[in-house]
């Protein structure tokens, strides 16, 4: 028989996916900008937020 794992959708979960999408659109949105794509300080803020992101959804995953 096939297993089917419950997904569900918590706060979490949101804010996770909401944290890397930040972290990408703020590079993208930066980069259009100001022309500027490698910048040491662009790279430090995509990487927490998008860092946090992540670690939010294997926290999420772990139970």
Same mark, same amino acid.
């Given at each position: 028989?096939?297993? /089917?794992?419950?997904?569900?959708?918590?706060?979490?979960?949101?804010?996770?996916?909401l944290a890397v999408f930040?972290?990408?659109?703020?590079?993208?949105?930066?980069?259009? /900008?100001?022309?500027?794509?490698?910048?040491?300080g662009i790279y430090s803020? /995509?990487?927490?937020?998008?860092?946090?992101?992540?670690?939010?959804?294997?926290f999420t995953r772990i139970?």
């Open positions: 028989m096939a297993e /089917t794992k419950e997904f569900k959708i918590s706060v979490k979960l949101v804010l996770s996916l930040v972290g990408i659109i703020f590079y993208i949105s930066w980069g259009l /900008t100001y022309g500027v794509w490698a910048d040491i803020v /995509t990487i927490l937020f998008v860092a946090l992101g992540i670690l939010g959804l294997i139970k």
